[in-house]
């Protein structure tokens, strides 16, 4: 169920993550894609960080909305190369 979780809030900060990088996308599915991948990255990053963001809902997207906007503008940089 965690799993489960994961996902949803991943493409929901892939969403919010393409609403902020205004740029050319990948498509609605190829951002939902990397705020999944963004998410694991933000998750990763916080923790090394020892950074809260806070419990629950809220808090899980901003760490994950945080890390699929690094991964997007990152994903995009190497795509214009």
Do not use: C
């Not at 965690?2 to 493409?11: A, N, Y």
């Not at 629950?56 to 909305?65: D, N």
């Amino acid at each position: 169920m965690e799993f489960f979780w994961l996902i949803l809030t991943g493409m929901t900060a892939g969403w919010i993550a393409r609403q902020f990088m205004t740029a050319n996308g990948f498509g609605l599915t190829g951002d939902l894609v990397a705020g999944v991948t963004g998410a694991l990255i933000g998750g990763a990053f916080f923790e090394k960080a020892d950074i809260f963001a806070g419990n629950g809902i809220i808090g899980s997207l901003i760490v994950a909305s945080a890390g699929a906007i690094v991964v997007l503008h990152g994903v995009r940089m190497v795509k214009k190369v």
